[in-house]
């Protein structure tokens, strides 16, 4: 089975946008890790900011107006919800970037369009069209499963070289957000069986970040869910438990990237 669908990559969760997530289909779930579809409907005039840390991942998103790949970031950034609007995405596991990109490290925080205009019109359909004043859930599942679809076509010209390296990938991945005592590269090329040189250009072959700033983007995803969830969380325990080499690291860290202290993020965002 894939793995649950989680929210942690959306740090400013709130009732402007509902968003729904989807577990990949078991047969895909090691090249695309989940679903997901954001829908909103605000009054004219009326807009809103979303803050985002995403995953060190890439993103496939069909949107009323094209098709893109986003790369995977290294800051938080900043969505503008105005009027209504939709997309489905499909969060790429490192096994499924190949399928759309050959240097991910080129989309470092960043996009590219891509010229799918099949696959467009065939999510749109569902999306925007005759199911839209219907069974709110079926149409979300069958946007998906086009994208899924989709994917599922790509594989198909996938070499065994990428698929045995792509599952290597995964593992590299993995290991990383599960926060198993990784505290370093040379950790993590240990846990792997490879050498830090080989882990170095799995990285940039099937994510496009280096290896430590995977690990840093792992603990700042977790501290900054921590801080959310509880805002006088202690700092110093909090850095120690991340692995950040003391509180001064862990806040330097917080705003070098989100912007604002620990304290002040977690006073100031929605639990």
Known sequence: ??????????????????????????????LVRQLWI???????????????????ASNVVVEPDGVALHGP?????????????????????????LLFTERPAGLLDGSVPLEEPGLRRAVTEPMAGALADGDV?????????LLVDHVR?????????????GVLANRLVDLVES?????????LARELHVSVRSLQRLAAR????????LLRRRRLQEAAERMRADPDTDLRTLAAE???????????EFRSVLGATPRGYGRSRPA
């Open 73 to 97: 970031t290294t800051r938080a950034s900043t969505r503008v919800l105005t009027r209504r609007g939709w997309a489905v995405g499909a969060l790429l596991r490192p096994a499924g970037v």
């Open 153 to 165: 076509a790509r594989a198909a010209g996938l070499t065994s070289e990428a698929a045995r390296d």
């Open 38 to 56: 954001p829908e909103w409907d605000l009054p004219a005039g009326e807009r809103v900011e979303q803050l985002v840390l995403g995953y060190p």
């Open 137 to 145: 859930a079926a149409r979300r599942e069958r946007a998906a499963a």
């Open 179 to 187: 926060g198993a005592g990784a505290r370093s590269p040379e950790d």
């Open 242 to 252: 991340l692995g950040f080499a003391d509180q001064a690291h862990l806040t330097r």
């Open 1 to 30: 089975m894939s793995e649950p669908p989680t929210t942690r990559g959306h740090l400013t969760p709130g009732p402007h946008a509902t968003v729904t997530r989807l577990p990949a289909p078991d047969d895909v779930a090691h």
């Open 206 to 213: 099937f994510v496009g970040m280096p290896p430590q700033l």
